[in-house]
């Protein structure tokens, strides 16, 4: 018997709020869309993400999704490689500057 690989994804938040709009965030099911890693659809405030065992995978993934949700909610028009840049560097920065990324957090 095969073991599988425990998945950490599935601790992911269950909404993200963007511009007031609550998103929720749900883990793709087996079989569904299998060629994407993430989708959003704006329209309907849902977050899709395929579940890895890399967590760093999952957070690139949703926070990717999310620019997304922000991009078509202020009709920015992003390339797919923007997006995918500004995820990556983005998450990069906040992980590498934990002390300025706390500060950040502090609320008004």
């Given at each position: 018997?095969?073991?599988?690989?425990?998945?950490?994804?599935?601790?992911?938040?269950?909404?993200?709020?963007?511009?007031?709009?609550?998103?929720?965030?749900?883990?793709?099911?087996?079989?569904?869309?299998?060629?994407?890693?993430?989708?959003?659809?704006?329209?309907?405030?849902?977050?899709?993400?395929?579940?890895?065992?890399?967590?760093?995978?999952?957070?690139?993934?949703?926070?990717?999704?999310?620019?997304?949700?922000?991009?078509?909610?202020?009709?920015?028009?992003?390339?797919?490689?923007?997006v995918s840049n500004l995820a990556s560097v983005l998450l990069a920065v906040?992980?590498?500057?934990?002390?300025?990324?706390?500060?950040?957090?502090?609320?008004?």
């Amino acid at each position: 018997m095969e073991k599988k690989e425990k998945l950490i994804c599935n601790k992911m938040p269950d909404t993200v709020r963007v511009l007031g709009k609550v998103f929720k965030i749900e883990a793709f099911k087996d079989g569904e869309c299998e060629d994407a890693d993430g989708m959003t659809r704006v329209d309907e405030q849902i977050i899709n993400v395929r579940e890895k065992p890399a967590i760093a995978y999952c957070q690139d993934t949703l926070l990717h999704e999310t620019i997304h949700a922000i991009d078509e909610t202020l009709f920015l028009k992003m390339t797919e490689r923007q997006v995918s840049n500004l995820a990556s560097v983005l998450l990069a920065v906040l992980k590498d500057n934990p002390e300025f990324t706390k500060w950040l957090l502090i609320p008004e």
